[in-house]
């Protein structure tokens, strides 16, 4: 089954991957220091505080920060003209990342909006902020 970044419900997913690994409860509530209760109420949950959110990725050893990630390079591509400038002079503190992460499903994406004629080349370029040289890489490797 393939899953689907565009409606993300937190909760589900860690109560997924706690069934899959076998993780006991008692565990869980050591680790998170919470009630069985309030373990069942994280379940419910669409959306979960950052703190709580990175406790579990450690948890279950499971990076769920990139679901949201991956959901924003799919479905809010970032484009130069979109990011509000700084004061003039003034640089942001913030970490400011050099590299994209492209996974298989993201690259897998991209190929099928081109050779489906959703998108061209050249939007796939300005849309995603994709290097043209990899953009046709990918294309001749994962030709269909």
Same mark, same amino acid.
């Given at each position: ?42 379940? !419910?949950?669409? @959306? ?6 990175? $406790? ?12 949201? @990630? ?5 479905? !809010?591509?970032?484009?130069?003209? $979109? $990011? ?13 990342? $050099? ?46």
């Amino acid at each position: 089954m393939e899953f689907k970044f565009k409606n993300i419900h937190i909760g589900s997913l860690i109560r997924q991957l706690v069934k899959e690994q076998g993780i006991e409860k008692e565990r869980i509530i050591k680790f998170l220091k919470v009630s069985e209760y309030e373990i069942e109420q994280m379940y !419910a949950v669409k @959306s979960m505080e950052t703190e709580l959110l990175l $406790r579990w990725s450690k948890l279950l050893n499971y990076d769920f920060f990139r679901i949201y @990630s991956q959901h924003l390079v799919w479905y !809010a591509p970032s484009s130069g003209n $979109r $990011r509000q400038p700084l004061k003039k002079g003034k640089e942001s503190k913030l970490p400011q990342f $050099r590299k994209n992460v492209y996974t298989t499903e993201l690259i897998e994406f991209i190929v099928e909006l081109v050779q489906s004629g959703e998108k061209s080349t050249d939007e796939i370029v300005n849309d995603y902020r994709i290097p043209r040289n990899t953009l046709y890489r990918w294309l001749e490797k994962y030709e269909k």
